[in-house]
């Protein structure tokens, strides 16, 4: 069983960076894919970005390429998510998770998961 807590959020204003951690406090991520989703209130979660294990090959959502970078240190069981030129369209709580990789494709798709964490909000303002 892995374990994932999120931490690095908070309030920003438009154009500034960011860099979420997601630790593993139980269990090792160094076999799973992992990835970031986002959440606004009455909406559902939205992929953000993900990174296979190993090689670490990455997948972006449309709306943070260019701004965004995920990464990973196995070494310290933890995944990042760098996020830069902020947009107060970027708010919302951020979900780190973990999972078997199946496909490329399948790396956008919240089933991919069997992690996650309890969610760091992030609040971009104009």
């Known amino acids: 069983q892995v374990q994932l807590v999120e931490s690095g959020g908070g309030l920003v204003q438009a154009g500034d960076s960011l860099r979420l951690s997601c630790a593993a406090s139980?269990?090792?991520?160094?076999?799973?894919?992992m990835a970031w989703f986002r959440q606004v209130p009455g909406k559902e979660r939205d992929f953000v970005a993900a990174i296979t294990r190993g090689l670490g090959s990455t997948r972006y959502g449309d709306s943070v390429k260019g701004r965004f970078t995920i990464a990973r240190d196995d070494a310290k069981n933890t995944a990042y998510l760098q996020m830069d030129s902020l947009k107060p369209e970027d708010t919302g709580v951020y979900y780190c998770?973990?999972?078997?990789?199946?496909?490329?494709?399948?790396?956008?798709?919240?089933?991919?998961?069997?992690?996650w964490g309890q969610g760091t909000q992030v609040t971009v303002s104009s």
């Open positions: 139980r269990g090792t991520v160094s076999n799973l894919a």
């Open positions: 998770a973990g999972g078997t990789f199946l496909s490329y494709i399948l790396l956008a798709s919240t089933s991919t998961y069997r992690y």
